[in-house]
């Protein structure tokens, strides 16, 4: 059975992208404030979320003030999407001081944590006896959680890893080899 041929679209006569107030979002935001405040609705977070992901509001800072229940960050969004305040990060956090062997002790585990995680990812174990392994697709990993996070992040400082985010690190592009 022969298929119709389909008429070409010609540009621009797709839906046009609905443009969102974004004040009328933030006054429904601040009309649900007294319910978060109470912390008796659980679902009135649920709708902050909505609002503010429709105001093209930063997705994951969202979610992790909805999550945490946090007004003090719920604020902040709010106050940058009402141009009142910037989101660039404040001035540079203090990094404690922590002992180079500690240091070394961590760069080690987390080298060798990369090695066992693509040793695993590149393995046959698991796939077909017929196909080889495949290369692994990742180049960030959780560190190690035997050292505290202040670890990684003077690593990072200091450019022995590097940070991309959600507390995934990883070597940098002229330090990968194993």
Do not use: C
């Amino acid at each position: 059975m022969a298929k119709g041929k389909r008429k070409k679209r010609k540009p621009g006569t797709g839906h046009a992208v609905p443009q969102v107030d974004v004040n009328a979002v933030l006054a429904e935001v601040d009309e649900l404030r007294p319910l978060l405040e109470s912390g008796e609705s659980g679902a009135a977070w649920g709708d902050v979320q909505r609002l503010l992901v429709k105001a093209k509001a930063d997705t994951s800072a969202v979610a992790s003030a909805v999550i945490g229940r946090d007004l003090a960050a719920l604020d902040h969004i709010v106050n940058v999407l009402r141009g009142l305040e910037t989101d660039e990060p404040e001035e540079e956090e203090v990094l404690p001081d922590i002992p180079g062997e500690t240091l070394r002790e961590a760069m080690k585990a987390f080298r060798k944590r990369m090695k066992l995680m693509r040793l695993d990812h590149e393995s046959k174990l698991g796939r077909s006896p017929l196909t080889s392994g495949r290369d692994a697709a990742f180049e960030s990993i959780l560190p190690p959680e035997q050292f505290p996070a202040d670890v990684w992040r003077v690593l990072a400082a200091r450019g022995e890893l590097e940070s991309t985010g959600r507390g995934f690190y990883k070597l940098p592009t002229d330090r990968q080899t194993f």
